[in-house]
């Protein structure tokens, strides 16, 4: 057992003040005869065993009241005995919605497997336990409805984002401090991928900081991919792209994964159209990049979704990538001539216009 209120324990002492109050009153009185008297002594006589009990009783009771008081004022709680009543526990379940979470394992997900062990999470919880909920980007209010708690992670989405799962432990962080609970549990379900935890040794000082009043729980979903690629670069050659007029479009595709790929398609897009035969790599060892070159045009003037793309892995975040590109019918060029000369045919200028 534990005390929220330690310190209202100290009210305890006031146990003692009906003590020193009967103690008082037993105190010698100067005596004064008097004749009338003797009736009432001995009727005191005969009560006078009775009387003895009930003042005990009374003041047993007036110090059980206070203590009782001290006691329900320092708010004692349950430690170890679930859904136990009167039992205080505040937890943090932060899933991992970031991009990784969208590769695919069988028929289900990373984040479909993060939500199952979510709701594993919360049926073990004692019941009125107060949740804090808590996606990648955005976390929800600590609620004791545990039936509020479980339609919210369904709720969770896939994010084509990389996530910092540390400023999201610092988020769980303070809503735990601000719990009043004897227990403190934090859960983080995510699948470990790299790049969403950035410094690895803050990262490690951060998590023994909370761990010194919360239970942290890493629960890791997800097992290592074989094959990933990624279109890793993008870079439309024209800046300034005219209507119907073709521009280059250089890209790079990096093998992240432990197998080697072959006959690897790059196909380009426009507005979601596939545009031309798409660019054929041969041979892509892991850990290796090669490059593309594609071509496009614009169909008409305005802005044009340019995407080049990858037949989906097991990893489909990152098989793709699109740049918006602003199609002009005509682009105006200024004409500095350093030297007119004394006709049109002798103007540098002359064959521009």
Excluded at 155 to 168: F, G, K, P, V
Excluded at 235 to 263: C, E, I, K, W, Y
Aim: net charge neutral; proline share 5%.
């Amino acid at each position: 057992m534990n005390f929220l209120n330690q310190a209202l324990l100290w009210g305890l002492a006031a146990v003692s003040l009906p003590v020193v109050i009967h103690l008082l009153n037993r105190r010698r009185f100067r005596k004064v005869p008097w004749a009338a008297m003797r009736f009432l002594k001995v009727s005191v006589e005969q009560n006078q065993r009775r009387m003895k009990l009930e003042d005990w009783i009374l003041l047993l009771v007036r110090c059980a009241m206070i203590a009782l008081l001290a006691f329900l004022m320092a708010r004692p709680v349950m430690e170890g005995l679930s859904g136990v009543p009167g039992s205080k526990v505040a937890a943090a379940i932060i899933v991992d919605n970031s991009a990784s979470m969208g590769t695919r394992e069988n028929e289900s997900t990373r984040l479909a497997r993060a939500q199952e062990a979510a709701h594993a999470i919360l049926s073990g919880l004692p019941g009125g336990t107060s949740v804090a909920l808590a996606g990648a980007f955005h976390a929800h209010e600590a609620s004791n409805d545990l039936a509020l708690v479980a339609s919210r992670i369904d709720e969770i989405s896939q994010t084509d984002r990389h996530a910092d799962l540390q400023q999201s432990l610092e988020v769980a962080a303070r809503s735990l401090k601000g719990q009043a609970a004897s227990v403190k549990e934090l859960y983080l379900v995510t699948d470990a991928h790299a790049p969403e935890w950035g410094n690895f040794a803050a990262l490690e000082a951060r998590l023994r900081d909370i761990a010194m009043g919360v239970k942290v729980h890493l629960v890791a979903v997800g097992v290592p991919v074989r094959s990933n690629l990624a279109i890793s670069s993008l870079r439309p050659a024209a800046t300034l792209p005219s209507v119907n007029q073709p521009f280059r479009v250089d890209v790079d595709v990096t093998n992240h994964g432990s197998v080697s790929m072959s006959a690897v398609p790059v196909k380009l897009l426009v507005d979601g159209q596939v545009e031309g035969e798409p660019w054929i790599i041969n041979e892509l060892k892991p850990g290796g990049s090669q490059s593309a070159t594609l071509y496009a045009s614009l169909p008409s003037p305005g802005y044009h979704r340019v995407t080049v793309m990858l037949e989906g892995d097991e990893m489909p975040f990152d098989d793709r990538r699109t740049v918006v590109m602003n199609a002009r019918e005509e682009v105006s060029v200024l004409l500095v001539d350093g030297d007119p000369g004394q006709e049109a045919r002798d103007s540098e200028t002359f064959f521009l216009r």
